[in-house]
């Protein structure tokens, strides 16, 4: 039978990808009833041409990056995990992946540094009754 698009594929699919079901988000511990999670890391890049000269020069600045992670509200109360320190710093900040099912064994994590709350937020939604929570935060490193 001949694919509707015009596809044709004989062999099956190699591995799998990852499931967030396999993946925790951490601030000194275990955040619970986790919905999203999303790390941005970059760093500024300046162009810089000179007089007579037909090159570009990339001028690499200081790389930073943040994490909003957004979770239900659960029995411990408004914000509950994302406790900060002095100045809204906290440690203890990482993404962890612990294998998975169907064929996909990796794993992995990404600590970060220099973390810091920069933003709360609260959303209610009458639609499907739940309380979320967002903490932005912004960090200095992120490593592997």
């Known amino acids: 039978m001949a694919d509707l698009f015009g596809y044709n594929r004989s062999g099956t699919s190699l591995g ?85 099912e169907c064929g996909f064994s990796g794993a992995g994590s990404l600590s970060f540094t220099g973390a810091v709350i920069q933003q709360f937020s609260l959303s209610m939604s009458s639609q499907n009754q739940t309380i979320s929570e967002t903490a932005q935060i912004k960090v200095a490193t992120i490593s592997r």
Do not use: H, M
């Not at 925790?24 to 919905?35: E, H, M, T």
């Not at 001028?59 to 943040?66: D, F, I």
């Open 16 to 100: 799998q990808v990852a499931s967030s079901e396999f993946a925790a988000v951490n601030i000194g511990g275990k955040l619970a009833l986790v919905q999203s999670a999303e790390v941005t890391y970059a760093q500024q890049i300046d162009e810089v041409k000179a007089v007579g000269d037909s090159n570009i020069y990339w001028l690499p600045g200081r790389p930073s990056g943040s994490i909003n992670v957004t979770k239900l509200v659960g029995s411990g109360g408004f914000f509950d995990g994302f406790t900060a320190g002095t100045c809204g710093q906290i440690s203890g900040v990482s993404v962890n992946l612990s294998g998975g």
